[in-house]
């Protein structure tokens, strides 16, 4: 076999080995592909299993949350109870108390009904005096309204008489009272709180008139003490002062311009 034989039966395996191994890559590729695929489907599911055990952690969280609140639950409601039992025993002591004083009160009341006579057992006459202080009030209330309707009918009389007197005093001088004569149906004396006497009331407004009116208008002023008259020359306007300059008083004369000279 010649040098060329040779030569193209080894360009014929190298064609052969080359296919082999482009087959082989092939193939190698594909199952990188495989790979690449199982690998990122194994992620996702890497990830899929963290979520999970995300959420079942914060479930777990929360079973734990309820479980502390559940056991504060339970220690309230014991302690609840124990606050109860405790209330329900000093409640009984109260009314084992309470029933105690009440046979002591009723005991004492008792005894004090027995001794001052205000119980059940009193004797009739206390139960007939007793009937009795009413109608004894009533009679004493009366007696004092009638002693007040004569002093209201006394005091009505004095001020019937003082008016009498007071319109027959215009026309004449009234006569002085005497001291020394007799209260009449048995009137006791002047108190001060009748009044004062008729020596010592305030004079009459009606005397003299013309001299009231005189004094009010000196108090007004209608009669030129408060300057309304202009008889003090505080206006000015009658040229005393010098104010308005009307006298030449001032120095403000008018004067005449001097004549020019020719």
């Given at each position: 076999?010649?040098?060329?034989?040779?030569?193209?039966?080894?360009?014929?395996?190298?064609?052969?080995?080359?296919?082999?191994?482009?087959?082989?890559?092939?193939?190698?590729?594909?199952?990188?592909?495989?790979?690449?695929?199982?690998?990122?489907?194994?992620?996702?599911?890497?990830?899929?299993?963290?979520?999970?055990?995300?959420?079942?952690?914060?479930?777990?969280?929360?079973?734990?949350?309820?479980?502390?609140?559940?056991?504060?639950?339970?220690?309230?409601?014991?302690?609840?109870?124990?606050?109860?039992?405790?209330?329900?025993?000093?409640?009984?002591?109260?009314?084992?108390?309470?029933?105690?004083?009440?046979?002591?009160?009723?005991?004492?009341?008792?005894?004090?009904?027995?001794?001052?006579?205000?119980?059940?057992?009193?004797?009739?006459?206390?139960?007939?005096?007793?009937?009795?202080?009413?109608?004894?009030?009533?009679?004493?209330?009366?007696?004092?309204?009638?002693?007040?309707?004569?002093?209201?009918?006394?005091?009505?009389?004095?001020?019937?008489?003082?008016?009498?007197?007071?319109?027959?005093?215009?026309?004449?001088?009234?006569?002085?009272?005497?001291?020394?004569?007799?209260?009449?149906?048995?009137?006791?004396?002047?108190?001060?709180?009748?009044?004062?006497?008729?020596?010592?009331r305030a004079p009459d407004r009606d005397r003299g008139n013309h001299a009231y009116r005189g004094e009010r208008e000196a108090r007004d002023g209608h009669d030129g003490r408060d300057g309304r008259d202009r008889r003090d020359g505080r206006d000015g306007r009658d040229g005393r002062d010098g104010r308005d300059g009307r006298d030449g008083r001032?120095?403000?004369?008018?004067?005449?311009?001097?004549?020019?000279?020719?």
């Amino acid at each position: 076999m010649s040098a060329a034989g040779e030569a193209f039966a080894d360009a014929e395996e190298a064609k052969e080995l080359a296919t082999e191994k482009r087959e082989k890559a092939t193939h190698l590729e594909e199952d990188a592909a495989d790979q690449a695929a199982k690998a990122e489907k194994l992620q996702e599911q890497i990830e899929a299993k963290k979520r999970e055990l995300q959420a079942l952690t914060q479930e777990v969280e929360e079973v734990k949350d309820e479980a502390e609140r559940l056991k504060q639950d339970a220690e309230a409601a014991a302690q609840e109870a124990t606050d109860a039992e405790a209330a329900a025993k000093e409640k009984e002591e109260l009314a084992e108390t309470a029933k105690a004083k009440g046979e002591e009160n009723a005991a004492a009341l008792a005894e004090f009904d027995k001794k001052y006579g205000m119980g059940p057992e009193a004797p009739a006459n206390d139960t007939q005096k007793a009937a009795e202080a009413p109608a004894k009030e009533g009679a004493n209330n009366a007696e004092e309204g009638s002693e007040d309707s004569y002093d209201e009918s006394e005091e009505e009389e004095e001020e019937v008489d003082e008016s009498a007197s007071e319109s027959e005093g215009k026309g004449k001088p009234r006569a002085q009272p005497q001291n020394d004569a007799p209260p009449r149906r048995g009137r006791p004396a002047a108190s001060p709180r009748r009044g004062r006497a008729p020596s010592e009331r305030a004079p009459d407004r009606d005397r003299g008139n013309h001299a009231y009116r005189g004094e009010r208008e000196a108090r007004d002023g209608h009669d030129g003490r408060d300057g309304r008259d202009r008889r003090d020359g505080r206006d000015g306007r009658d040229g005393r002062d010098g104010r308005d300059g009307r006298d030449g008083r001032d120095g403000w004369r008018e004067m005449r311009p001097r004549e020019r000279r020719r």
